[in-house]
Each structure stands twice: as C-alpha cells, then as structure tokens.
C-alpha cells in the first residue's frame, strides 16, 4: 500500500508536468491530449490522498461470508472432523 508521503509527491510530480504542458504547443494535439490526461490523473490523486482505500475495502467486509450462510459453514467443520486436517490415509495391502 502506497505511504501518503509518495501519494503527495506523485501529485506534485503530476501537477508540474500538468503546469509545463498548459503553455506547450506540439503538433496534431498532442500537448492537449496530454495536459487532460494529467487532468485526470490530478483529480485521482487528489481523491486518492483525501480517502484511504483501506477503509473503504474495510466496509465491504463480511458480505461473502454471510451470502454463504451457516449451512456452509457446518459443512466445512463437518470436513474438518471428518479428515482431521489432511488427507485420509492410503490403504495399504497386507501381504
């Protein structure tokens, strides 16, 4: 996960690059088309830095679990007593 310090200075970066080509011409378009991708890419960062993704994966928690309810559940412990954490033992013959 990205430190809020390199969040700061990737924005920083872009917003330079984004100040350079706001008085750049180039032919077909070009310093256009690259001064609204860094549009773009300020207006990520600046989201980016106001919310913390791990609290917004953190409110999404605990949604599969319960679709899958207890009845799953039940059966995993059933395993779980059934082959006591690994695989059943091979049947050897006797000789």
């Not at 001064?35 to 830095?49: F, G, I, S, V």
């Given at each position: 996960?990205?430190?809020?310090?390199?969040?700061?200075?990737?924005?920083?970066?872009?917003?330079e690059a984004h100040d350079l080509l706001r008085t750049t011409t180039l032919p077909e378009q070009r310093a256009e088309r690259a001064?609204?991708?860094?549009?773009?890419?300020?207006?990520?960062?600046?989201?980016?830095?106001e919310v913390s993704p791990a609290a917004t994966l953190?409110?999404?928690?605990?949604k599969a679990t319960a679709k899958r309810g207890p009845d799953y559940f039940r059966q995993l412990a059933a395993k779980r007593k059934t082959f006591k954490g690994g695989r059943p033992s091979k049947k050897t013959p006797l000789n």
């Open positions: 996960m990205a430190r809020k310090n390199d969040l700061k200075a990737l924005r920083n970066i872009l917003g001064y609204e991708l860094l549009t773009a890419a300020l207006h990520l960062a600046d989201n980016l830095l953190g409110a999404k928690g605990g």
